[in-house]
């Protein structure tokens, strides 16, 4: 009897795969086209109808069956060129077909699992149990996939580029790129290919993301927004399947954006940690961006803070042919984001004076700076935002919210000398602060593209003062000066490696170490000749726990 049922069993799924081969070998005659390969079809001659079935127009030239994706193509216009009338067609036959095929395939997985284990019932005893649950755990999984596949769409951007502020250079490298997907038959026929990729590297919160959707809002194309992380799975060969899905959805949309955010995820260099997934899903990205199929009109903009783990072969001519470095904002950018984020809010506070005060603010940053300070003049019932309700609020967005804790007098004495010689240098140095406190120092360094050695070395004796004042008043050193002296070395290792501004034009250790023994030697010297003035700031800071920039100075002058 069990051989009778294994036999059905297999009638049964090979009349089921016939069905299937059947429906598929038909299917196959119709051709998928782009929205640019309908264009020049058309140019040649004209169908004599045009039939729609949901998502897909159909139409026959010269003994060939084509269908377009119906969202990609101006149904106005082509009803204008083609002269009979578009008639829309019951689309369900087709629906039904799909959903046959995919259910019949995993009826037919299924099917064939139970002949097997029927069979092995006779013959032995039966399986371990992770055996007999394996394959419809995998069928499951890729019925589900299909279906998502099935879905995906094209989403809309209504961010321009009048939106976004502070990044002029990537702008400007973007122009040709949004001119090209407004009018891409001027570039064609001077046969000007369209740039395949475009990397944008920048720290996080510089605005990557939002470069991409302003780019797709300012071209009006469809934009396919992808995570890296969504490409890795956990079978081989779905993150594969499901890069080769989104663009071809791509190209039937063509021309179109596809936008892969912390493309790391995915991109990163073959052979370090062997995963076979994620390089079968790095050669199909890599396949579909430069490979023998044809992608035109499809730009994939690619999005990382982390460019050196990529793999050299997504880096290289003819897939990411532009790469666009977005920088933190300088002053003026700052002063553009800030006008950005209060359109619609009430402030009083110059606009010059806070972006001052925000050196090292990511667009983002200064976001959520605005935001937080809105909620802080709520808080104290003003419908207008102040510059105090900016400096109440900047730290907590730059730093976080520090748990405060208690220091004892011999503990509040140190910090307050190892501040206020910071203070001191600083003030003497024309290096301008805001404040000073027992917890942070309020330094901000003017934003210049070139910098002087004296300037290099005027920074590096602000982070070296405290330890200079600490040795000198207590011969004695700290483990809190550990933030300032990684800020020493690193502008020291610049000077002598990167500028060639130590003893020797090309840098080596002994300049770098002789650079910070100097540095510390003179502020040493320094703080001996003006320790009654040392004395007077750290007091001060004793007292108030805060000093301004002005109130140092009256200190030191008087």
Excluded at 191 to 209: E, N, Q, R
Excluded at 271 to 293: V, Y
């Amino acid at each position: 009897m069990q051989k009778f049922k294994a036999l059905y069993v297999g009638i049964l799924a090979i009349f089921l795969a016939g069905i299937l081969f059947g429906v598929m070998f038909l299917k196959q005659d119709v051709r998928l086209i782009s929205a640019i390969k309908l264009q020049s079809l058309l140019e040649q001659n004209l169908p004599e109808i045009v039939t729609i079935k949901g998502e897909y127009l159909y139409f026959t030239l010269n003994g060939q069956r084509y269908k377009i994706a119906k969202e990609s193509v101006d149904l106005q216009a082509l009803g204008q060129k083609v002269p009979l009338e578009i008639k829309e067609e019951w689309s369900l036959w087709r629906n039904a077909v799909e959903i046959i095929a995919i259910f019949g395939a995993v009826f037919m997985v299924l099917l064939f699992f139970f002949a097997f284990k029927q069979s092995k019932i006779a013959q032995s005893k039966p399986k371990p149990k992770e055996d007999s649950i394996s394959t419809p755990n995998v069928a499951k999984t890729l019925v589900s996939d299909a279906f998502a596949l099935h879905h995906i769409k094209p989403i809309s951007s209504n961010v321009t580029f009048a939106d976004v502020a502070g990044i002029s250079e990537a702008k400007n490298e973007l122009e040709e790129i949004i001119d090209y997907l407004k009018s891409p038959k001027k570039y064609q026929d001077f046969g000007v290919k369209l740039p395949k990729g475009v990397l944008l590297v920048g720290v996080p919160g510089v605005g990557k993301t939002l470069i991409a959707k302003a780019l797709a809002g300012e071209a009006q194309v469809p934009f396919f927004y992808q995570s890296g992380a969504s490409f890795v799975q956990i079978y081989v060969g779905m993150g594969a399947k499901r890069v080769h899905d989104l663009f071809t959805k791509a190209k039937l949309n063509a021309p179109s954006i596809v936008f892969i955010d912390e493309i790391d995820a995915v991109g990163k260099a073959r052979g370090n940690m062997r995963n076979d997934e994620r390089e079968a899903t790095l050669n199909q990205l890599l396949t579909e961006m430069d490979g023998f199929e044809d992608s035109s009109g499809v730009i994939v903009i690619g999005a990382t803070n982390n460019m050196e783990s990529l793999d050299e072969a997504l880096l290289r001519s003819g897939r990411f042919d532009r790469r666009i470095f977005v920088e933190l904002p300088n002053l003026q950018e700052r002063i553009k984001i800030l006008q950005v984020h209060t359109r619609n809010k009430r402030c009083d506070f110059d606009y010059e004076e806070i972006s001052k005060l925000c050196v090292g603010f990511s667009g983002a940053a200064l976001a959520s700076l605005i935001n937080e300070a809105a909620l802080c003049a709520i808080k104290r019932g003003s419908e207008v935002i102040t510059k105090e309700d900016i400096l109440s609020v900047r730290d907590k967005v730059m730093l976080g919210v520090r748990k405060k804790l208690s220091f004892s007098d011999k503990e509040r004495e140190i910090l307050a000398y190892y501040q206020a010689a910071k203070a001191f240098s600083a003030y003497a140095l024309e290096v301008p602060f805001e404040k000073i406190t027992l917890m942070s120092d309020g330094l901000k360094y003017a934003d210049k593209e070139f910098l002087s050695k004296n300037e290099m070395e005027s920074q590096i004796k602000i982070h070296l003062s405290g330890i200079a004042a600490l040795e000198l008043l207590f011969e004695e050193r700290y483990s809190h000066a550990k933030v300032d002296l990684d800020r020493a070395k690193t502008i020291a290792h610049k000077m002598a490696e990167s500028y060639g501004m130590g003893e020797y034009l090309l840098g080596r250790e002994e300049d770098v170490l002789k650079i910070l023994e100097n540095c510390k030697n003179e502020r040493f010297k320094f703080f001996k000749n003006y320790r009654l003035i040392l004395d007077s700031i750290k007091n001060a800071l004793l007292t108030n726990e805060k000093l301004e920039y002005v109130e140092v100075g009256n200190i030191i002058n008087a």
